[in-house]
């Protein structure tokens, strides 16, 4: 069922689809025992989740022309340093922030150009976004590797500049009593 939304949340929302469908093999054998499902959130829904998660989260969204806006946000891989038995899960850890950043490399050419992330990104969310939200853009902008004030979970922040037509005031919007 397609939805409507602002900028930010169409954005957050075609991430996690994305990532849902790119990862679905990936997180089965990564994610034991646990629910891959659950795995891949947008932000609002991160507050509660458990390790590991993937949280797809946009944060700033500026307005360039008409019904276009530059979106800057992250998407943030946490892992847990080791189960419940103190066994270190480092090497899970890195397979699946590898597999985080190869779903995304995987379409990204050389050049740049044209933008196959964009588009992949669109086709996989496709049924749950309107016909009012396109990524024309999306490019990784930067790594960030930490690990959280504990010492209990990496963080891996991956940066992104995305650029989308997104018309929320659309006659799928219900207008304000």
Avoid at 12 to 26: C, S, W, Y
Avoid at 33 to 53: C, Q, W
Wanted: hydrophobic share 45%.
């Amino acid at each position: 069922m397609a939805t409507n939304a602002h900028a930010l949340v169409n954005t957050d929302t075609a991430l996690v689809e994305f990532f849902n469908g790119e990862l679905e093999g990936a997180l089965a054998v990564l994610i034991s025992p646990g629910d891959p499902s659950k795995t891949i959130v947008p932000g609002k829904n991160a507050g509660t989740k458990t390790l590991p998660v993937i949280i797809c989260e946009s944060d700033t969204a500026k307005r360039t022309r008409a019904k276009n806006w530059e979106i800057t946000g992250r998407i943030t891989v946490k892992t847990p340093f080791q189960d419940a038995k103190g066994v270190s899960l480092i090497d899970s850890s890195k397979a699946l922030e590898f597999a985080v950043l190869g779903a995304m490399e995987q379409y990204i050419p050389a050049d740049d150009q044209p933008q196959p992330l964009a588009a992949a990104i669109n086709a996989a969310a496709a049924e749950v976004l309107s016909d009012n939200f396109l990524l024309t853009k999306f490019f990784i902008t930067d790594l960030t590797a930490d690990q959280n004030e504990e010492g209990t979970f990496w963080v891996l922040t991956i940066g992104f500049t995305a650029t989308c037509l997104n018309d929320s005031k659309s006659a799928a919007y219900p207008a304000p009593n």
